[in-house]
């Protein structure tokens, strides 16, 4: 009880005062973001600082952490969902297919292709480590697309390029992760054979096809009781977040990907709901996005692997550039090559460094440590 009121104290001390000087931060400092000064603040009080914050047992910290991220990403990709134009993949159909199946591919292997080479682990280990790094995390991506400066000097279809790319590809990470854990856990033949079946026709198609459904039906409830005025200003407030937490909860009991469910029923909601209402559903689904992300990124700080870092010496140094590095470019590269929005070749750079890795990434690493953990 005494570490859960440290923490009530700390994550709430940490977004009073990051909300109150929010702006400032993101149109004048440019050096620290709002989640690094979580993650910072978490090894503050973390045990490797104050130690006034931990988390005990083997497994708790994982199990905690997972869950908080699995929240926190699916209401990330509702947010991105709602960002962008009601058309936008419909409009930029051959590009988007391009950077979620090739581009995905292209940045998982270089990045399993790093780890197999700096750490010399096995390969199915590689691309178990190369597909954790390889989404793009929607929580980050937000702070990078959204704001004044982000309006001012970041062209909309840059923007709406990182919106579209980080909302789906977490979900559409789902199949990248668990073939090497089923390749861990079965002979070759039944694991391919469990990853088409299992994974990608059950978890990843019914998620596409649930997540559509549900979300076109929501959003034409919406418009009706909007046009017969049925729904209330402050019910309007809680509609998307209750949305975002049902699609997550319903799909996942049903064995499918709950997160690319969440995203998709976010698109095929903004495509029926009202359109007088995007911009109010938009504000509150970012306000309670940022609630949670300060509790993740303090608790990603205060579970920190110090020790197993300092093993690995330069390798993990030189992993860490080279994904940074490295791990976006070909999917760029093909990007530009289908003729995306993104013409000029700064601003594809731009887009090619601004991939970041985050929460998505500790969500699938805790779902790899279980796995593992179990087998």
């Known amino acids: 009880m005494q570490e859960l009121n440290v923490a009530l104290v700390t994550i709430g001390d940490l977004t009073l005062v990051l909300s109150l000087v929010a702006g400032y931060m993101r149109n004048r400092v440019y050096v620290l973001s709002e989640p690094m000064t979580a993650v910072l603040l978490g090894v503050v009080v973390g045990p490797v600082g104050l130690g006034v914050l931990g988390l005990s047992g083997p497994n708790e910290p994982f199990v905690l952490v997972e869950q908080f991220a699995r929240l926190t990403v699916g209401l990330a990709v509702m947010a991105a969902a709602l960002r962008l134009p009601r058309r936008y993949f419909r409009d930029h159909l051959r590009s988007m297919g391009a950077v979620l199946v090739p581009g995905m591919v292209a940045t998982w292997l270089v990045g399993g292709l790093l780890v197999y080479v700096l750490l010399d682990v096995p390969v199915r280990i590689a691309l178990l480590v190369g597909a954790i790094v390889t989404p793009t995390d929607p929580v980050l991506a937000g702070t990078i697309v959204t704001g004044n400066v982000a309006e001012e000097n970041i062209p909309a279809p840059v923007r709406n390029l990182l919106s579209a790319e980080s909302g789906a590809n977490d979900g559409l990470a789902y199949p990248l992760v668990f073939l090497p854990i089923l390749l861990l856990e079965h002979s070759p033949r039944r694991a391919v054979v469990d990853w088409v079946l299992g994974t990608l026709l059950w978890e990843v198609g019914f998620a596409l096809v649930a997540g559509a459904a549900v979300g076109a039906a929501a959003g034409a409830v919406e418009a009706k009781s909007r046009e017969h005025e049925f729904l209330e200003e402050t019910s309007l407030l ?67 692997p110090w020790g197993q870092w300092r093993a690995l010496g330069w390798a993990g140094i030189a992993l860490a550039a080279g994904v940074l590095l490295l791990r976006r470019a070909p999917m760029m590269i093909v990007f530009r090559h289908v003729g995306g929005p993104v013409g000029r070749t700064r601003d594809a750079g731009f887009a090619a460094w601004f991939g970041p890795i985050g929460v998505a990434a500790v969500f699938y690493a805790t779902v790899g440590h279980r796995s593992s953990a179990t087998r």
Request: aromatic share 14%; glycine share 10%; net charge negative.
């Open 238 to 304: 809680s509609v998307t977040v209750a949305f975002t937490f049902a699609v997550l909860g319903g799909v996942k009991l049903l064995g499918s990907d709950g997160i690319l469910a969440a995203f998709v029923a976010g698109m095929a909601f903004n495509r029926f709901a009202n359109p007088g209402d995007e911009t109010d559903e938009q504000k509150v689904q970012e306000t309670v996005l940022r609630l949670f992300t300060f509790p993740i990124f303090v608790l990603f700080g205060v579970t920190l």
